[in-house]
């Protein structure tokens, strides 16, 4: 048995394909880049594009593999109304089918896919579980939304599909929207929250997510979605006021009407001039928090790094990076 990893050269899929490695693991990475990672050493990479469907099909699958789809477009580079679609459906939603009409053929019928926190739009149930309504905000929720409704056509057909919905993943390698963040506070600058920051911000590590995929495998592929969120996560003025602090930053937390800073946001989105992402803006203020309790209960997945450890760590890299210690490559990653 071999594990194959779609996007296994992207965030997420470098630290399980690093772990399944240092187990002993064969690895084979699916990817359209690769970068010079040591576990390459023992890992085979291929390239591979998943919007190709005779790429993915060229990936050696057997049928006791275990496969992961780590493969996804997501928010960031930020993109205009107009081209959202067209920029998550390929890889998001087609990539997925790709790789499931791949797996099918090649009688293989294991899959650990992630999707988003972002198919539950707005709070409805506070905590959220994997049970609470979906009403994804936009394309990229709405792309993520549409696998797992593949997902449950192909469970019924023999596959064992685990979902991961995860909050925002942040480790070493990505910044995204946080850059802007650690740009006003290295500029001393007010910093504005999206209502009172009184609402807890939730992440979760990069290292978490791994683990949470490696477990699914463990525990034999369940055909169940599994939140993916840090545990106890502070309010966002907490957050926030503790990197300042940490930062040396005269910087001062500036509250909002959440309301008007969200009608500003929608108005600068329909000019095609957008600051943030409707998915992120809206649900800004908003309790966000996952509850996964699940995941603890079924694949004994418990998260091991706090939201202000995981913010603090990230500008650390940002700032070692503005000062030349870690080169600007180290950012870059895969689009799938």
């Known amino acids: 048995m071999k594990h194959v990893i779609f996007g296994g050269d992207g965030f997420v899929g470098r630290h399980l394909a690093a772990r399944l490695v240092s187990d002993g693991e064969e690895v ?10 040591p ?26 593999d275990m496969v992961y789809n780590l493969s996804a477009k997501m928010l960031s580079p930020l993109q205009v109304r107009a081209k959202r679609h067209d920029f998550f459906f390929p890889v998001n939603y087609d990539g997925t089918k790709n790789i499931i009409e791949a797996m099918d053929k090649a009688g293989a ?25 979906v ?33 925002l993943i942040i480790g070493p390698g990505r910044l995204g929207i946080l850059e802007k963040l650690f740009k006003l506070i290295d500029a001393n600058l007010p910093v504005p929250m999206i209502g009172s920051g009184k609402n807890p911000y939730q992440f979760i590590s990069v290292f ?3 683990e949470a995929a490696r477990l699914g495998w463990k525990a034999g592929v369940p055909n169940e979605a599994y939140n993916l969120g840090s545990l106890n996560p502070p309010p966002v003025r907490k957050l926030l006021g503790d990197l300042i602090r940490h930062a040396g930053s005269k910087s ?7 309301w008007a ?3 500003t946001l929608d108005f600068l989105d329909a000019l095609n001039k957008p600051l943030m ?25 418990v998260p091991q790094h706090r939201d202000e450890d995981m913010l603090i760590a990230a500008y650390r890299e940002y700032r070692a990076m503005k000062d030349g210690a870690v080169s600007s490559s180290a950012f870059a990653e895969a689009a799938e």
Not at 28 to 37: G, K, M, N, T, Y
Request: charged share 25%; proline share 8%; net charge negative.
């Open 252 to 258: 001062i937390l500036l509250p909002t009407p959440g």
């Open 208 to 210: 978490d997510c791994a």
């Open 39 to 64: 576990h390459y050493a023992q890992a085979r990479h291929i390239q591979t594009d998943v919007t190709d469907p005779a790429a993915v099909r060229a990936v050696p699958i057997a049928p006791e």
């Open 109 to 133: 019928n294991r899959l650990v896919h992630f999707t988003t926190d972002m198919i539950y739009g707005h709070t409805v149930v506070y905590p959220m579980t994997e049970e609470h309504p």
């Open 28 to 37: 084979v990475v699916a990817d359209i880049a690769r970068s010079p990672l």
């Open 135 to 167: 009403a994804p905000l936009g394309e990229y929720g709405l792309s993520k939304w549409r696998t797992e409704e593949l997902a449950h056509d192909w469970r019924a057909r023999g596959m064992n599909i685990s979902l991961f919905r995860p909050r």
């Open 261 to 263: 800073v969200k009608k």
């Open 277 to 301: 992402d409707p998915e992120q803006y809206l649900i800004a203020d908003e309790n966000c928090v996952l509850d996964v309790t699940k995941g603890r209960l079924q694949l004994g997945w």
